[in-house]
Nanobody
Framework: QVQLVESGGGSVQDGGSLTLSCAIS??????LAWFRQAPGKEREGVGA????????YYADSVKGRFTISRDAAKKTLYLQMNLLTPEDAAMYYC????????????????WGQGTQVTVSS
């Protein structure tokens, strides 16, 4: 069993920055990821971190603006978000699992409750 607790969401202006955190506890996993869901839209992958290779992957829409990192000692996953736009506004979820394809949501067994990000223009 893995428990995930997101924090750090809030309101920022267009072009602003925000860092989300995901506190992780419990069993082992191979993949940690961030997903988001805006009102009326399907949940989509933002990016992921593979714990074995330390590789990170990102959705095209956030490449160059968002950065995923992990502090293993603190058991925390981070999502640094820069140059935010209103299109980035969504509920952001942390997920853990054993994904082979980072964006394959069905491969993630554990999900946090989410943290809300609002971007005003």
């Amino acid at each position: 069993q893995v428990q995930l607790v997101e924090s750090g969401g809030g309101s920022v202006q267009d072009g602003g920055s925000l860092t989300l955190s995901c506190a992780i506890s419990g069993d082992t996993y191979t993949t940690l990821a961030w997903f988001r869901q805006a009102p009326g839209k399907e949940r989509e992958g933002v990016g992921a971190f593979f714990t074995g290779s330390y590789n990170t992957y990102y959705a095209d829409s956030v490449k160059g603006r968002f950065t995923i990192s992990r502090d293993a000692a603190k058991k925390t996953l981070y999502l640094q978000m820069n140059l935010l736009t209103p299109e980035d506004a969504a509920m952001y979820y942390c997920a853990a699992g054993y994904a082979r394809l980072w964006y394959s949501q069905s491969d993630y067994l554990y999900w946090g409750q989410g943290t809300q990000v609002t971007v005003s223009s």
